[in-house]
């Protein structure tokens, strides 16, 4: 079983990263040089567009593909000299549950459970145990083909489950889910978290790495750009920013004028305009009265922390949802 | 390892060949895309051959075996175990296109298992075809001198006849990684059915198909399976049949073991 890993009963990292590089056939660098280091019990947000390296780093990390440069370890076992230790210690779901439709859920469970060597009686102990968890009691003897993308990624997730895994490693986990869907997977990781799992998440949402990460990482063109807790990397970016929401938004334009001498001024919030300038939240006083000496009314203002599409913004030099050209995955 | 975990791991890949085999059956059992071409074609081409062709049975120099359609019947068995390992190649092509593989790649298992869990799967489909397609013969008015003990040794053939033919098919799956190319094999199958004395005596093929068929494994097992069931040696050697099978399981399985192996180091 995975809890029994050598890296997590030490207090060491549970995952480390030095140097990691993979040149596929053709010269393609889809990862340069990523160092990181993940702690025993801690999520991991790994952020960046489509292409930039983020899948094949998670499937170099699960063992699915070889590095060509570098060395990495999860939960203490060497990745490529101790490929098959570190496949009992983890638990993986990528991209796109990859479900066979034409088997029930429970059956997909069980056979989990044999390849993780449990015995029949207990893999269908745990099957039962995991639907109960994610909540798929009365669709476990459906065939998958009529599950919803929700069921299917709870289901997903319940699979890379079935061992007990100290680290577990989850490709896009909620990439195409509604909302609702979205949230509940959120509540179950967040309670996988609490219960002393490692998770390495990527993502293209910033707003799931902001719930979910202690610490996140940003990936761009194969290398890693940026590390730091969500708020270290706020600070990246620098002070807060001042949202103004005007009565008459007839009167934006007048109001950009008069407000371009505080920062610099930018509409990318819809009914309003956003200062940024050196002074932070003390600019509020400043930006109010300089609206009331131009008669323009105040409907709303806040204090606008950074988001992490600001950190993308300043560390890549380009939004988080442009995808590179030379995409490599 | 010490002996222990030897056992210990041995007994668990034993586990987990009987899950991914149980898997293979089921979704070959539950997709009609897999189960018409292993089931019914071969019985569609039996029905053919025995009323079409059945004049053959003239011809000078055709051994006695009551019914023609008792003759056919092993090219019959030897079509479907053909088809069965074409189907389970095509499953695992799309296991790889569809990602599910990587699921069972990123499991604590051996590469090896991963293959002869399909392979196990397929050599039952092959040992049901027997059963059924030699049911369907009698009821056609075949007549087995071999009796039962002739039945189960072309049942033991058919299965590994199909083990033979997953394992190239996975061979073929794990190098290419391609569905759309697993599914255009579908005439090769007729390829190698017609170069093998299937339907025909071996004396009585043209020259050239009859040199050729001399070196395809599959005339050897389509003929070891008439000499089960007729119990007569002039129409083959059991022995030969048994050796034939099992060589081409062994090949085509570490061909396939090689594939995996060359795969997940790309």
Redesign the interface.
Known sequence: MGGAARGTTDGSAAIVVEQLERVY?GGLKAVDGVNLEVAAGEIYGFLGPNGAGKSTTV?IL???L?PTGGRASVAGYDLVREA??V??S?G?A???A???P??TGR?LL???G????L??AEARLRATELLERVDLVAAADR?LGTYSGGMRRRLDLA?ALVHRPSVLFLDEPTTGLDPVSRATLWQELKALNDDGTTIFLTTQYLEEAEQLADRVGIIDHGRLVAEGTPQELGRLVGEPGIYVKLVDESQTELARGLLAVHGAVSDRRAGGLTIRTALGARAIAPIVRTLDEGRIELDAVEVEEPTLDDVFLAVTGHPAEEEPQDSAQ | MSEFALERDLATQGRVIVALAQRALRVQLRRAQFLLPSFLLPLLLLAVVASGTSAAQQLPGFPATGSYVGFVVSGTIMQGTLLAGLMAGIAMASDIEGGFFDRLLSAPVHRASLVLGRVLGTSLIGAVQAVLFLSVALLMGADFDGGIGGVLIVIVLAALSASAAAGLGATIALRTGSLSLMQNLFPFVFVLLFTAPAFLPRALLNPMLKSIADWNPLSYVVEGMRAALFDSPALGSVWGGLLAAAGSVLLTCALAVWAMRSRVKA
């Open positions: 056939p499937r699960t063992t699915l070889r098959p230790q496949r009992r983890i993986v990528l991209q796109e990859a479900l066979d034409l088997m059956e069980a056979l989990q044999a390849l993780h060597g015995k029949r065939l699979m």
